[in-house]
């Protein structure tokens, strides 16, 4: 699909939509010189064509109690198309798994993995993820401190 071409306007409305997520259309389209039906059309464009993907509420991980970040480094055992996909597919259901990349250097994929304990990356670690096709080595590294995390895309 076609990127939208952006103004900015649209530049405007993806950075009011980004620092108010529960603003309304109206005061979107005030805030940018625009009435209602306009400022909608162009939201609704933006969502036909993906760039904006949806609505969620943040949950605070600290007192959901899921407070342990571990960034995971993995190898795969063997290299291909197909093995890549289906060690991709496989993290999709594994849910301590929040984000998943594939990377350059001496790894394959970084894991972002959030759980509760130390104890329960360990289970999480034999029971899910060195069940993930074709694993050759994992590095994990603990998070000590979160010092910035933000959903918010510079445009």
């Known amino acids: 699909m076609k990127e939208p071409e952006l103004d900015d306007i649209d530049?405007?409305?993806?950075r009011i939509l980004q620092a108010e997520p529960e603003i309304t259309i109206e005061e979107v389209g005030t805030k940018v010189g625009?009435?209602?039906?306009p400022c909608w059309r162009r939201?609704?464009?933006m969502q036909d064509s993906g760039l904006l993907k949806g609505r969620v509420w943040l949950v605070d991980a600290e007192k959901a109690g899921r407070d342990v970040s571990i960034f995971v480094f993995v190898r795969l055992e063997t290299h291909s198309t197909e093995v890549m996909d289906a060690?991709?597919?496989a993290t999709l259901g594994v849910p301590e798994i929040l984000q998943c990349y594939t990377v350059s250097g001496e790894f394959d994929?970084?894991?972002r993995v959030v759980v509760a304990s130390v104890r329960d990356y360990e289970?999480?670690?034999k029971g899910k993820l060195l069940k993930l096709p074709?694993?050759?080595i994992m590095n994990s590294h603990?998070?000590?401190?979160?010092?910035?995390n933000t959903t918010v895309l510079p445009v």
């Open 134 to 136: 074709h694993v050759g």
């Open 109 to 111: 994929y970084m894991l």
């Open 43 to 45: 939201i609704r464009k």
């Open 142 to 148: 603990f998070a000590l401190n979160e010092v910035k």
């Open 34 to 37: 625009l009435s209602h039906t």
């Open 11 to 14: 530049l405007n409305i993806l």
């Open 123 to 125: 289970r999480t670690v």
């Open 87 to 89: 060690f991709e597919t």
